[in-house]
């Protein structure tokens, strides 16, 4: 049997043989595939592209797809509007001007060797930034991040990197691309001025590995320092002028003193000053103040008959008796030696050394003496009218008081009430 079977091997591969060539001429006989039926467009959109305008067919709703059809196929890097839009092209859109933005290639040279980028974005910046690359502050772009792309095809870049800069009040970091130690300061908005000291040199390489910089900030200025010199007031007697009236009869000034003061800084703390010299640039003018010592005599018509006064004075009258002193005890003999009653009037200590012994009129209490002393109620003139405790009357209000003639002599009349 198996002998059989291996004589009749070479007659079925023969077999197999006639079968396939008999397929393949029955294949080769029937009529080709009719090729398959293009979408009709939907509509005609305008294509702008390479300078160009086309008409290109729209059969299909992605902006790349049609562009290709106007033949302006996208390449890596450019970009579509729609309509004036930036748009995904291969995102479905409705779209009456379909405009091909070509990306324009820029060879950015970096410290890790050159990259060649294809954009459309208009500044060098942009460009870098749409490339992926990240930059710190004070990084080096040249030329500039501003520049228009179409302007720079080739651009170097040079990064800046983190400097420590330690002063006596702490450490700072700054982000500098300068060359030295110096720039990288300025940079930072440390910059050396005058005396200032750095470690290492301003002039020094900046270290490209984790680059350390102590600076002693020194420097000196000169102060001229003004100090107001007080002015004094004096009063004058004006003749012309009736008593209890005051003008301004020269105003008052400051004076001006000035230092000149050298002063010496380091890291920002004053470690000296000197005062180098002073002088007086203008001095104090003091202010006058006239009062009046012009007496007149007036009358004044009263329920007892017209009164002779020489002064006239608005007060704040209260009144008092015997046991009504505030005291908590009873007590009628007044600071003059005179026994409490009425027609004893008192005042403060301040008007009563130069007015003891003065008549006065008060409306609604009539004459009176000036004989005691009182407390007072303070930023008021003031007086107190005296009564004895059967015929006490309560006063709180403000009256005038007129100082009755013939006044005393000039001296000893009180020109200013305190």
Known sequence: MGERWRKGLPYLGLLWALVGGGLLLLWSWLPPPAPPAEAEPTAWVRVWADGQARLAPQRSPFPADVVAAGGAPLFSGDR?????RLVDPFAPQDCAVLQVVRAEPMRLYTPNGPREVFTTAATVGQAAWEAGWRWRVNAVFFPSTITPHAWASAVRYRPSRAVTVRTPQGEAQLWSAAATVGQALAEGGMALTGLDLSNPLPDAPLAEEEPNVEVVQVREEVLL????LAYEVRYEAVPDLEIDHMKVVQEGALGIEVRRVRVRYENGKEVARQVEATWVARPPQ???????TKIVIRTLDTPAGPIRYWRAVRVYATSYSPCRLGTGYCNDITASGRVLHKGIVAVVRSWFYAMNGMQVYVPGYGVGVIGDIGGGIPGRPWIDLGYDD???VSWHQWVMVYFLAPPPPPENILWILP
């Open 80 to 84: 579509v509007r729609c309509d004036g």
């Open 225 to 228: 320092e003004q100090r107001p």
């Open 286 to 292: 003091d202010r006058i103040i006239g009062y009046g």
């Open 390 to 392: 059967d015929n006490y």
